[in-house]
């Protein structure tokens, strides 16, 4: 699927590899790594460096500094982590350009390891700055990109720096990124079940456009599906809707009937007045959600449903919670999907669930283990699912 150059393409030894990963992870409030996952997603290529024999310099931003340092933003707390995972010294430069960056990068010896500081420090690095990216490819002599979250972002540190460096590869993060969501797009083993969630319709319509004449199924759950009801002419209560995006639903339900796409909608849903934190709920039929409540999960009439449409599947693909997961009470729906998933895995199945608040669903219900591949990235993922080029990833070196 990857028509690039990939980290088993380079002369890795005694070389120093230049690094784009993805270490944007929350810190807690004594600012330590609260949750590892992408730093761990990345550990296959980093020690593959390392038992090569390559001097690797990492860089990575870490949350939305504005171009400026920030304490809390410092990736100091990730060196840390990344040093008791791989058990030795890892080096930290506290910036990622200049004179202490070069100074360590220069000192690394075979097998080293070293992490720059915040990439968003620097206005530069999202400006795609030409003389920001020419010091950072200084750095290296070779360039790895194992940052999928961020390879939708024609940044320094994901573009810039390919224009100076001449090899210029993937690493095996990225390469798995592309390989399952590339076989979902390209070539899914049927049947094909897709499940969309999530709060709003506006940000899942160029994948599910996209994906219309390669699906089979297509299971619509969490907010967006009340705009699909409302499309349908049904009433929903303080549910959350996207009255401009009625027509849109209202074509893409019309199109999938078309194509002889089955679109399933909610039968059932729980409803509770408050969506922002645990209170009463009951489950209706979604003809009759309640005028002062909203929908907060799926009932157990469409769990049962959904449960059906994936007998069988031979590819899903899960993109979007199907409730407000984050409170225990309405995560019910999401978590059934969850094991649905799981079980689809064990009977062969090909299962990829899509970055952002569906792979943290995934972990929530502790099933993140289960499945075939749990994407890395949010906004990448749905960029890719959409059928565009990612920048980051067209950089690359191309394959001879």
């Known amino acids: 699927m990857l028509k690039k150059l990939t980290v088993r393409d380079l002369p890795i030894s005694r070389k120093r590899i230049l690094t ?31 038992e090569k024999g390559g001097r690797i310099i990492l ?11 920030v304490g809390g933003m410092s990736l100091a707390p990730v060196a840390q982590k990344l040093k008791s995972f791989l058990r030795k010294d890892v080096a930290f430069a506290d910036d990622c350009v200049g004179e202490l960056a070069k100074k360590v ?50 940044h320094a540190s994901t573009v810039g720096v390919t224009n100076y460096i001449s090899l210029c590869a993937a690493g095996f993060l990225m390469q798995k990124e592309v390989d399952y969501l590339g076989r ?72 999938a009937e078309e194509m002889g796409v089955a679109l399933v909608l909610p039968v059932d849903c729980v409803v509770s007045p408050s969506v922002k934190e645990a209170a009463e709920t009951r489950t209706v039929p979604v ?7 909203a929908g907060v999960d799926i009932g157990p009439r469409t769990v049962q449903k959904f449960r059906e449409a994936l007998t069988g ?19 019910v729906g999401t978590n059934e999907v969850a ?10 199945a090909i299962t990829v669930v899509g970055g952002g608040d569906s792979a943290a669903a995934i972990v929530k219900a502790g099933l993140e283990n289960r499945v075939s591949h749990v994407s890395t990235g949010g906004g990448a993922s749905l960029e890719f699912l959409e059928g565009h080029e990612l920048p980051g990833i067209a950089a690359l070196t191309d394959k001879r």
Not at 36 to 43: D, G, H, K, L, Q
Not at 228 to 233: C, S
Request: with cysteine.
């Open 59 to 69: 860089m990575s931003h870490l949350g939305r500094p504005k171009g400026k340092p």
């Open 339 to 348: 094991r649905m998933l799981a079980e689809a895995t064990s009977s062969g």
């Open 184 to 255: 979902v797009l390209e070539a899914p083993k049927r049947p094909f079940v897709a499940i969309f969630g999530g709060a709003k319709v506006s940000d899942k319509i160029g994948v599910v456009l996209n994906l219309l004449d390669k699906v089979d199924t297509i299971l619509v759950g969490g907010g967006m599906m009340f705009t699909f009801l409302a499309a349908k002419g049904l009433k929903v209560g303080q549910s959350i809707l996207e009255p401009e995006s009625i027509p849109v639903a209202k074509g893409i339900m019309e199109k």
């Open 20 to 50: 784009r990963v993805d270490f944007n992870v929350p810190l807690d409030k004594e600012g330590r790594v609260a949750d590892s996952t992408r730093i761990e997603a990345s550990m296959p290529t980093i020690c593959y460096m390392i």
């Open 105 to 154: 990068a220069l000192s690394l010896k075979d097998g080293d390891v070293a992490l720059l500081e915040n990439l968003r420090f620097h206005p530069e690095e999202e400006a795609n700055d030409e003389e920001f990216a020419r010091e950072l490819a200084a750095l290296g002599e070779l360039y790895v990109n194992d940052a999928f979250g961020s390879a939708h972002r024609a």
């Open 313 to 331: 599947a031979k590819t899903v693909l899960w993109n979007g919670p199907l409730g407000v997961f984050e409170i225990e009470a309405y995560s």
């Open 287 to 293: 003809e009759e959600i309640p005028e002062g409540l």
